[in-house]
């Protein structure tokens, strides 16, 4: 059994900070990339950013220079910093991750159950 758990979300003002946390536990082996999307009310899940296990990071274009993602394979976890927010990054965050579970060859991939960024104008 393996679960992704995010905490971090909340409501906050334009202009302002929020970190999100996801920590990746169970039978695990082995995680590659981890990322960050999300889906705001009518539209598509979209990613917001993933990193490799060795650090590459990927950036949508709407939060590049804002957005920070940052891991620690020790702790198999994912941290967003998200800077200068705007009304626009509303919506349901959600923690990705491709994971071989501990005595398979096989690697999937995990969804948290999502966490709530309201950012107000």
């Known amino acids: 059994q393996v679960q992704l758990v995010e905490s971090g979300g909340g409501l906050v003002q334009a202009g302002g900070s929020l970190r999100l946390s996801c920590v990746a536990s169970?039978?695990?082996?082995?995680?590659?990339?981890m990322g960050w999307y999300r889906q705001a009310p009518g539209k598509q899940r979209e990613l917001v950013a993933d990193?490799?296990?060795?650090?590459?990071?990927n950036y949508a274009d709407s939060v590049k220079g804002r957005f920070t993602i940052s891991r620690d394979n020790a702790k198999n976890a994912v941290y967003l910093q998200m800077n200068a927010l705007k009304p626009e990054d509303t919506a349901a965050y959600y923690c990705?991750?491709?994971?071989?579970?501990?005595?398979?060859?096989?690697?999937?991939?995990?969804w948290g159950q999502g966490t709530q960024v309201t950012v107000s104008s």
């Open positions: 169970g039978n695990i082996f082995s995680i590659a990339i």
């Open positions: 990705n991750a491709d994971i071989m579970r501990s005595y398979t060859s096989v690697w999937l991939k995990y």
């Open positions: 990193i490799t296990s060795g650090g590459s990071s």
